[in-house]
T-cell receptor, first 115, second 109 residues
Framework: DTGVSQDPRHKITKRGQNVTFRCDPISEHNRLYWYRQTLGQGPEFLTY????????KSRLLSDRFSAERPKGSFSTLEIQRTEQGDSAMYLC?????????????FGSGTQLSVL | KQEVTQIPAALSVPEGENLVLNCSFT??????LQWFRQDPGKGLTSLLL?????REQTSGRLNASLDKSSGRSTLYIAASQPGDSATYLC????????FGKGTMLLVSP
């Protein structure tokens, strides 16, 4: 499968625990995005990378959130000291930017439930 | 700040009907507009992408139009089928994608 893959698909955790999600983009894509989606809402932008550089972060990304993309390949999103309000679907997307803005391809998401 | 609005929020139609989903955005400074489909509990599947210089794109029974100056886009679905039932999301791209809340479509047999 050459699409965007995310792991795990589902995560249930207790409030206060740390969680980490992984995203593997389409191999030749240089941009990687993280979005969060709650029930009945559209996805909300969190952050994006151009290769290994994190170029933009939303104000939604509090100090408890950190994202990395070492070597410009896969990315991880870590949430520390989870809160019930962090419960959402976390979506990863990638695109190929070459002299223009390309189509975003999304993974199936990681559904986080904080108890 | 870019805001994207989709109307209607939900739509229920019998199989075979042609239908139109609407999307509006507040800032016309966009690179492109994409329409996505999302099935319950799943990720997003890109349906159509319209570059800012284009007026429309077609794929099978789907046709999307873009009027950048008025900040509007429509997604036209011809001869709807029960398999079209899903949430349809509109998103505009400048540096990042900004999404609407989606239109939940139900096509009944």
């Amino acid at each position: 499968d050459t699409g965007v893959s995310q792991d795990p698909r589902h995560k249930i955790t207790k409030r206060g625990q740390n969680v980490t999600f992984r995203c593997d983009p389409i191999s030749e894509h240089n941009r990687l995005y993280w979005y969060r989606q709650t029930l009945g809402q559209g996805p909300e932008f969190l952050t994006y990378f151009q290769n290994e550089a994190q170029l933009e972060k939303s104000r939604l990304l509090s100090d408890r959130f950190s994202a990395e993309r070492p070597k410009g390949s896969f990315s991880t999103l870590e949430i520390q000291r989870t809160e019930q309000g962090d419960s959402a679907m976390y979506l990863c997307a990638s695109s190929l930017e070459v002299g223009g803005v390309g189509k975003l391809f999304f993974g199936s998401g990681t559904q986080l439930s904080v108890l | 700040k870019q805001e994207v609005t989709q109307i209607p929020a939900a739509l229920s139609v019998p199989e075979g009907e042609n239908l139109v989903l609407n999307c509006s955005f507040t800032d016309s400074a966009i690179y492109n507009l994409q329409w996505f489909r999302q099935d319950p509990g799943k990720g997003l599947t890109s349906l159509l992408l319209i570059q800012s210089s284009q007026r429309e794109q077609t794929s099978g029974r789907l046709n999307a139009s873009l009027d950048k100056s008025s900040g509007r886009s429509t997604l036209y679905i011809a001869a709807s089928q029960p398999g079209d039932s899903a949430t349809y999301l509109c998103a505009v791209l400048y540096s990042t994608l900004t999404f609407g809340k989606g239109t939940m479509l139900l096509v009944s047999p």
